[in-house]
């Protein structure tokens, strides 16, 4: 079976109508949509989802811009679908992402930078597991 990943297009995507940009990149890159939904976080959820992160410092207003309104919550596969999406949003950095990369062509901020996608195959387990449970 094809690889999996569990990507976020964030509110901020959301709110600025980028949300069919950034699906018609990953649809015209070849991946295949397996699951497809809006939701809106509350602060457990996003503590769930961001449970390597809750100690941090920049969690705080992480976790209330990512409770600020709907996402969009995908689940990608295709052929090394981890990596693959990975380079096409770039590094997390919108300022510093290269040109090309989502983040680099359309985000000016470390934290409202418009995507999450898993980084490992053990992320990626473990995040559609939370998102998507019934996709085992
Ligand atoms: P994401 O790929 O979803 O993983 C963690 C998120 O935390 C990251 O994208 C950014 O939205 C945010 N983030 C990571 N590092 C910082 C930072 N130094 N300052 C603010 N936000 C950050």
Do not use: C
């Amino acid at each position: 079976p094809a690889e999996r990943s569990l990507v976020l297009i964030k509110p901020d995507a959301v709110r600025r109508g980028l949300v069919g940009e950034i699906l018609s990149r990953f649809e015209r890159k070849g991946l295949r949509v397996e699951a497809m939904e809006t939701r809106t976080l509350d602060g457990d959820f996003a503590d769930q989802h961001y449970a390597e992160h809750v100690d941090k410092p920049f969690y705080p207003p992480l976790k209330a811009f990512m409770t600020s309104g709907p996402l969009v919550a995908l689940v990608l596969s295709g052929d090394q679908v981890i990596e693959v999406v990975r380079g096409m949003i770039g590094s997390t950095d919108g300022r510093k992402a290269a040109a090309g990369t989502i983040r680099g062509d359309l985000s000016l901020s470390n934290r409202e930078n418009l995507v999450h996608a898993s980084d490992s195959t053990d992320s990626a387990k473990r995040e559609i597991g939370l998102w998507f449970p019934e996709l085992g």
